[in-house]
């Protein structure tokens, strides 16, 4: 607990940029931060995994999973930009003067560190292109960094039984448990706040809105530690603590977003299905 007054300041800039560029930021500008984060991300998925394996460059990862992630905004040019990336990645491979085993080795790191934080970071910028864009990412965060702290607190104080000894030795069941709740806590009212921005033509009944905003904030939170756990995965693979320490402390960029990831294509698809399309 020394570094909690770090934590806390580091949170405070962080939740004071979030709710700028969310908020009150152009689009040119949340499409950049956007861009930033997952080229953070993706750097720090292809340093973890180039302690334990052979990936060539770091840039390639990079570049592939920005020109993916851009492609959003492109989505005709989808089919052959995709083939050229993955003919791209094979020669990338190919061309290495390594042995066939680290070739192989560059030719799955290359792919899984760009796919893996590119395909679900993306979503991000088809959410806030929806209706009331802006509510729905902080209904999302909002949902999202309850979870974390009911976790962590109530894990601190009535944690027993350990969720994933192997991959989180700290998390433990009544962590998840307290996430869950204080998840359908903030979701009630946040949800309510999205649906009415965004239900000009659904006319939703107030009842069966509230039932959707416990089941959504227990989802999101059971997610959340889903994509915890995933990111856990990748760091106990690889042999190190954080992830990066770009945020004092908090480590990385990824460590701060792990839980998001599994939440944004959920979130984003749930509204679009749900009604609240593209103006």
Request: aromatic share 2%; glycine share 10%.
């Given at each position: 607990m020394k570094?909690?007054?770090?934590?806390i300041i580091s949170a405070a800039v962080l939740i004071a940029g979030t709710v700028y560029v969310v908020g009150f930021a152009p689009s040119w500008?949340?499409?950049?931060v956007q861009c930033l984060m997952l080229a953070g991300m993706i750097w720090e998925v292809a340093t973890m995994l180039e302690k334990k394996y052979y990936i060539g460059s770091k840039l390639a990862p990079v570049a592939g999973g920005l020109t993916w992630n851009l492609l959003h905004f492109y989505p005709k040019y989808e089919g052959p930009v995709l083939t050229g990336l993955l003919l791209g990645v094979l020669c990338f491979a190919m061309w290495q003067k390594r042995e066939m085993p680290q070739r192989l080795?560059?030719?799955?790191?290359?792919l899984f560190a760009s796919a893996y934080p590119a395909i679900l970071w993306r979503p991000l910028?088809?959410?806030?292109?929806?209706q009331a864009?802006?509510?729905?990412?902080?209904?999302l965060i909002a949902i999202n960094f309850s979870t974390d702290s009911g976790a962590y607190f109530a894990g601190k104080l009535f944690g027993r039984h350990q969720l994933s000894p192997q991959l989180s030795p700290k998390k433990t069941w009544e962590g998840l448990a307290g996430g869950a709740i204080l998840a359908m806590i903030v979701s009630f009212p946040m949800t309510h706040a999205a649906v009415t921005a965004i239900d000009a033509h659904l006319s939703l009944p107030s009842a069966w809105i509230s039932v959707t905003a416990l089941l959504l904030g227990i989802v999101i939170a059971l997610?959340?530690?889903?994509?915890?756990?995933?990111?856990?995965?990748?760091?106990?693979?690889?042999?190190?603590?954080?992830?990066?320490a770009i945020i004092p402390g908090h480590g990385g960029l990824l460590d701060r977003c792990d839980s998001l990831l599994f939440n944004i294509p959920l979130v984003y698809y749930y509204w679009f299905y749900m009604g609240a399309r593209t103006p």
């Open positions: 570094d909690l007054p770090l934590r500008l949340f499409v950049a080795e560059c030719l799955l790191t290359v910028l088809g959410l806030r292109e929806l864009g802006d509510l729905l990412i902080a209904h997610s959340g530690q889903a994509s915890d756990l995933a990111e856990s995965l990748l760091k106990r693979a690889s042999g190190v603590k954080d992830s990066g």
